[in-house]
């Protein structure tokens, strides 16, 4: 199945999913996810599989255990993974934690024709060759073969259990080295609190904990590698400059609370048009009376509205994004292309790389198309994230100039 006989490089497909509502409500959206998921793994060919999860088990993992298995079960032997021999499946399941728990789950799947692939032990420091199938949970601290972290409660001292977090893997492929980081930053807790500065405060937040993640991966500890950061970021548009820009003309109303005078609701009219309710925002609430500009062209023209990157700009690039804002879909299974009205819809979920990661993708001469990003389950409902992917080809040797992978890719 993996990799197309005239084109080279080995084929690597990496995932990024907020899996959370497949497993509050798995009746209704989990077949209809693994089945779009199954898709794009047919049509991409991969010989490398990574799939990053954030919000693995739902709001209530304890509850959700049953489901989880099944899910793993069914993407470890399923009949769509079954050229897939070798996989290493890392599930934080230690929910009971309020110190450790990310709810984070990191899976790699390996297709049986590609030989050369080893992974690093964090611990020995070494490459180990990868055999057979294993699944780690509960205490993935004491797991060598990856670093986990959860950032500290005052990143985001409002949220009294945050599960934000990261989980590194590092690998070896056709003597390129490279890391995989599974990511989920902080959110937005209020519509309100984002409207008022530009850039949001929570913004700021974020830009703490990536930069944080950033400097742990290329610190002194281990040698530098290329790198793919991709997860749910949790990046939202300039809520200041949407707003002012989708309610050009209209006039604003605040609504107070009558016993504390805080501001709970603003309205904006249309000034003529018998002032038409174009937008209400609340905490929890974004409502725009016309949602087809965040799906228009894709939600192009909002773009210049995703600003959070740009500060990182030096250190993760990413491809043109041309697909719609990921989040927030609908959660009604029949709904595939519909938008919650609770927040701004926004490209939360994203695969960026480092500078030198950028080089080891394969730009083919051909006219064949072999990279691109993209989401999947366009019209079909896929939980509040639509999942997102990178798929390209691995030039081989590309990775040596930027490790000296002769040397650390020796495998034990």
């Known amino acids: 199945m993996a990799g197309k006989a005239a084109a080279p490089g080995t084929a690597v497909l990496l995932v990024t999913a907020n899996v959370g509502s497949l497993f509050d409500d798995p009746e209704n959206l989990q077949k209809n996810w693994l089945q779009e998921f199954y898709q794009v793994v047919h049509t991409h060919r991969p010989h490398f599989l990574a799939l990053h999860c954030q919000e693995f088990g739902g709001k209530n993992y304890e509850a959700s255990m049953s489901h989880v298995d099944k899910f793993v079960r069914e993407l470890l032997s399923g009949d769509a993974m079954k050229e897939y021999s070798r996989a290493r499946v890392y ?72 599960r934000k977090g990261f989980i590194r893997t590092r690998w070896c492929l056709a003597d390129c080295a490279f890391d995989l980081v599974n990511i989920h930053l902080f959110h937005d807790a209020s519509n309100l609190v984002a409207w008022e500065t530009s850039p949001s405060v929570y913004s700021g937040i974020r830009h703490k904990a990536l930069g944080y993640v950033l400097d742990r991966i290329i610190d002194q500890r281990f040698e530098k590698a290329s790198y793919f950061v991709f997860g749910d970021f949790n990046f939202r548009l300039d809520s200041k400059s949407v707003v002012e820009t989708l309610c050009t003309k209209a006039t604003m109303q605040t609504v107070r609370a009558a016993d504390t005078n805080e501001v709970v609701k603003l309205i904006f009219r249309e000034s003529d048009n018998d002032r038409k309710v174009m937008l209400q ?23 210049e509205f995703d600003k959070e990157l740009s500060v990182f700009k030096d250190r993760l690039y990413e491809l043109d994004i041309s697909f719609p804002p990921s989040y927030p879909y609908s959660e009604d299974s029949s709904q595939g292309r519909q938008y919650m009205n609770t927040r701004c819809p926004a490209w939360c979920d994203r695969v960026l790389m480092s500078p030198s990661a950028k080089e080891l993708i394969l730009r083919s001469e051909s006219e064949e198309k072999v990279v691109t990003y993209d989401h999947i389950g366009p019209s079909v409902c896929m939980g509040d994230h639509k999942p997102v992917f990178l798929a390209f080809r691995m030039a081989p040797g590309a990775g040596k100039p930027h490790a000296r992978v002769p040397k650390c890719c020796v495998v034990q």
């Open 91 to 162: 599930l934080d399941e230690n929910y009971e934690s309020q110190e450790h728990f990310t709810a984070l789950g990191s899976f790699y799947f390996l297709h049986e024709s590609l030989k050369n692939i080893s992974q690093f032990d964090f611990k020995a420091k070494k490459y180990k060759k990868v055999t057979g199938k294993e699944i780690y949970s509960d205490t993935l601290e004491s797991t060598p073969m990856l670093e986990k972290e959860k950032f500290p409660q005052d990143y985001f001292p409002e949220c009294k259990w945050s």
């Open 281 to 303: 925002l609340e905490k929890k609430l974004f409502d725009y009376f016309n949602q087809e500009v965040f799906r228009d062209d894709n939600g192009t023209a909002l773009l």
